[in-house]
């Protein structure tokens, strides 16, 4: 009997100290907002690919915080007088994760497939006439007009990140997935370990070689140091148990807490919670559909500002002052082309008036069909708020409940909403994409080529491509105010309101956290 | 016996050539766009319409299935549309935990719940009998998710016992593993805990009831002995159907566990593929589900003839 105790007690002892062998390895658990679930950045323009992206691959350059462009990939570069010829020389030492040499083919296969797919690549590869390398190491970019956002496109956060692949991978189409994902980033992605839904994993790159001079992080910018052995993007689905789970401690690091949570993580031993960057916010959308009746008329389409008091959305969506803004611009409040134009719209809060001028506008009670999404943390509450108010206003609301998927399939539709169409729907974008007119793609109007709701304005497509060749910041913030108030006055889409999310993690474990600048920077935490 | 089986091994074959063809067409027929969910928050209808030729799902549905049963036929149950790896590959590793979870609720529930409806049985109208009903009741009435939450408050988040979510695998070694599903466990179990303790009680008091059990009590046999020898084995079909119902119960109660307790099996990777229209993976899930649920069903009835002898196939 003795014997079969030592026997069973030494068969339970074995694993524990395996467990003790591998807490050697330093593991930054990290809770992200949604899974990896795919494992190409430029297939899918999900923001969470992104991050998988910028842990595996690198970039020529990366935004800072305050958005300009830093060389990472690129040890020199020159631009030509006549601002037409880009000639950059890839730094020394950059090897693919397979220890192949990154060479300017990988790079000009890369740029290439990204300027197919990503719309801010699109609109520079617009104006790129050749891409040709020089030798293994330089190649050049030869633009057919002055291009001002050449190396803020490349140095792009957000969603599709301008990342190179190797020339293998970037010769698939881009509308298909890469079967890969082997980069030349910090960290290498073991996909023998990855269970979709579950858990990615990401293995320190030993052989990466950091920009030289140990800079710090700054968003993109700065030498990526690795900070720890291994990585793994949790995936926990619900928001509660996440947050109970940094509490225990079993993550250290949780991306995008729920509002609800924020006061008991705020107390919580050992937790902190920390704000993204200034910029790096939410902004709500109301997207109208300009293809059909009432919203196809401008007045109609203004009519809506009466229906609109940012703070009824905001109190709904996030509660607390202290996370969220009041902000009448479609440029993000706290950027650096935030102005006032056309913020005239919201000074009164109407429904009577609204009424009125949908009236005007030959509106004689139709349905309205909202896509009323019902699975939404921040979207749900916002069109409950947005469908009272046109109650309010007596217009005849059909609103149409449906989980995320289905909005997100529905709102492709150009039908009118009788045939399978809708005529509004909510939804959200991000504050650093949002705070620079090229890169704001709502904010454009570009007819059957744009967003959904395909608003139409010439003038507005003259002015996000002049702001892209403006020469001076002076100049660009002109230009800058002259398009929103423009893009005010046609209602691209209704702003209602801006707001943050900070991120909450185990201030006793990790070090190293800089605040987020379109996406989160984990390749420098490191654990105490 | 055994042609039995056959006979009932084959007859599954319809049943799932039925289940493929619901599902297939129900899938296709539900709102929603794999396409839109990857192309992405910022693509045009046009960079939709791309990626959904790509996908093959601008083709007719009929051509689609015909595709799809092709491959079914060979062993093939596709790949997931999003993250471009085999069907088989995701649900097998997935299925560890979820079957994981599964026994260990039916150990948990089949274990304590037995012998709680024999002793309210025994009891009957009194006290404890009143307490275990009381217990069924609330038991069966109380969602799974919400004594999921308590539990995690009080035994993972105050006093720090057990772990809030995520599972080991047994090769972790056998504490991790049985510490990440003791509290699932509890929590899926509850429900059906008292569904079998009911059923049990019921069909125990039925039995009691004989007089072949008088006659034993009068023979001066241990309690004991006529509740577990006599009257337990002859009440135990219909506890044995219930268990067998249970587990279909079970499988959709795994759902909700898995995701609140963090568990990456089957019910999880469900609910995942749904939300995002991963066609491949539901068609084979749901296969998978029906192919056990037919499975257990067999079982079942296979299990009667060995618990009443009068019963022959």
Known sequence: MLKRILVGAVALAIPFAAAHGQAQEKVLRAVMHADVRVIDPIWTTQTIASIHGMLIYDTLFGNDANLKPQPQMVGKYEISPDRLTYTFTLRDGLKFHDGSPVTTKDVIASLKRWGAKDGVGIRLFSFVKKLDAVDDKTFTMVLSEPYGMVLESLGKSGSSVAIIMREQE?????????????????????????????????????????????????????????????????????????????????????????????PLLAKARGVKLMMTGKIDSTQGMIRLNHLHPPFDNVKAR???????????????????????????????????????????????????????????????????????????????????????????????????????????????????????????????????????????????????????GWPCDAEIEKLRNAFAFAQTDEERKKIATALQTRAMEQVVYIPFGQWNTPLAYRADRIDGIVPNTGLAVLWGITKK | MTAYIVRRLFATLPVMAVVALFVFFLLRFAPGDPAAIIAGEDATAEAIAAVRAKLGLDRPMVEQFFVWTLQLLQGDMGVSIFSNLAVTRLISQRLEPTVALTLSTLFVAVALAIPIGVVAAWKARKLIDRLVMGFAVLGFAMPVFVLAYVLIYFFAVQWQLLPVQGYKPISEGLWPFAESLILPSVALGVTYMALIARITRASMLEVLAQDYIRTANAKGLATDRVLLLHALKNAAVPIVTVIGIGIALLISGVVITETVFNIPGLGRLTVDAVLKRDYPVVQGLILVFAGAKVLVNLVIDISYAFLDPRIRY
């Not at chain 1, 005239?344 to 004689?364: C, S, T, V």
Request: net charge negative.
């Open chain 1, 302 to 452: 203004q009519a809506m500002y009466h229906l609109i008091n940012q703070e009824d959305f905001l109190r709904a969506i996030v509660g607390n002052p202290e996370y969220y803004r009041v902000c009448h611009g479609m440029l993000t409040c706290g950027g650096p082309y935030q102005n006032d134009g056309g913020s005239a719209f919201f000074k009164d809060y109407n429904p009577k008036k609204a009424a009125q001028l949908m009236k005007e506008a030959g509106y004689k009670g139709e349905p309205i069909t909202v896509l009323f999404t019902t699975d939404h943390n921040t979207i749900t509450p916002a069109t409950q708020v947005l469908v009272q108010a046109m109650r309010e206003a007596g217009l005849n609301v059909d609103a149409q409940s449906m989980d995320w998927g289905s909005v997100v399939s529905r709102r492709a539709k150009k039908e009118p909403p009788a045939q399978g169409g809708w005529n509004i729907f909510v939804t959200t974008t991000g504050g650093v994409g949002a705070s620079n007119p090229v890169l704001h793609t709502w904010i454009g109007a570009a007819c059957d080529k744009g967003l959904f």
């Open chain 1, 170 to 262: 970037a010769l698939t189409d881009p509308q298909q997935q890469v079967k890969e994902a082997i980069g030349s980033g910090p960290y290498k992605f073991a996909k023998d370990l990855w269970v979709p839904g579950s858990k990615a994993v990401y293995l320190k790159n030993k052989d990466y070689v950091p920009r030289p001079g140990n800079e710090p992080p700054s968003s993109f910018a700065g030498s990526k140091i690795p900070g720890v052995d291994r990585i793994e993007l949790v995936w926990i689905s619900d928001p509660q148990t996440a947050m109970s789970a940094l509490i225990n401690g079993e993550i250290d690091f949780y991306e995008a807490p729920n509002n609800d949570f924020l």
